[in-house]
């Protein structure tokens, strides 16, 4: 079977065993991604309850102290203007998923980062993962952009963006510069626009796009039953960084090489 680079080489080193869709692992030092008990659909009823939060402390700063929240929210009534807000949020969005391919690329820990993450969310469904990207994409666009970006300004917003957006161990990480970068963007997005609904169009898209390219992965990687089978449980090693990619023989076909 062969595997692009959203299968098997987004997997930190390590061993796995399958059960149903769901996988148990064992990392080799990456505390992240160990022992985490949450299913995609409890860690979306956590969601919704913490960006929740997030949205009502937002809508009430803006409300009460910015007082604009009608004019951050409103959706045009004129097509064209909607259009503009439309083109800006999802090119704002091609922007940040370009960025992100070239942190995956060039910063091993970036990679690290997003293998744990796709521990955690590979075995969402379609549908939980747009709810996600939903909820985090208004959540924290209320929180951030509607609430503290008038108080703060843009780069110290944008610093506290990416500190929300932490390595393993709660440590500044390649992702919390990338958040950093993202915030700059949506920031500038809402001030340019006086909108919104730019900053929320690009964080869900960049949010749907990127769990669903790890859906993909987990899958591709479920598909790949390499090892034996033991009472209906798979073992899988897995190397990152080896040439599963380019191996063009079937799980069968190295079985019987053996």
């Known amino acids: 079977m062969s595997l692009d680079k959203w299968g098997v ?26 022992g985490s008990a949450l299913t995609p659909v409890q860690l979306l009823r956590k969601s919704l309850v913490i960006y929740g939060v997030m949205a009502v402390i937002g809508v009430a700063v803006m409300l009460f102290a910015h007082k604009n929240l009608e004019s951050a929210l409103v959706w045009p009534s004129d097509w064209m203007v909607a259009g503009q807000l439309i083109s800006i949020g999802l090119l704002g969005a091609v922007v940040l998923l370009v960025a992100s391919y070239f942190f995956e690329e060039w910063l091993p820990s970036f990679r690290d980062l997003k293998a744990a993450v796709m521990r955690l969310l590979g075995p969402s469904s379609v549908a939980t993962a747009l709810s996600l990207s939903v909820v985090t994409a208004i959540g924290e666009e209320l929180l951030f952009r509607g609430a503290l970006q008038p108080f703060a300004g843009l780069f110290v917003t944008s610093f506290l963006f990416g500190l929300l957006h932490m390595g393993k161990d709660g440590l500044l990480s390649a992702w919390s510069v990338w958040a950093f970068l993202a915030g ?5 997005m809402f001030n340019a626009t006086g909108s919104l609904w730019p900053c929320m169009i690009a964080h869900f898209a960049v949010n749907a796009v990127s769990i669903l390219k790890l859906r993909r992965a987990y899958n591709a990687w479920l598909n790949l039953t390499v090892g034996k089978t033991i009472f209906g449980e798979t073992e899988v090693q897995s190397e990152v960084g080896s040439d599963v990619g380019s191996d063009s023989n079937t799980p069968d076909d190295r079985n019987s090489d053996s």
Do not use: I, R
Request: proline share 3%; glycine share 12%; aromatic share 10%.
């Open 9 to 34: 080489h987004l997997l930190p080193k390590g061993t796995y065993s399958v059960e149903g869709n769901a996988v148990m692992s064992t990392f080799s030092g990456d505390s992240l991604a160990q």
């Open 184 to 188: 700059l963007l949506l920031g500038w």
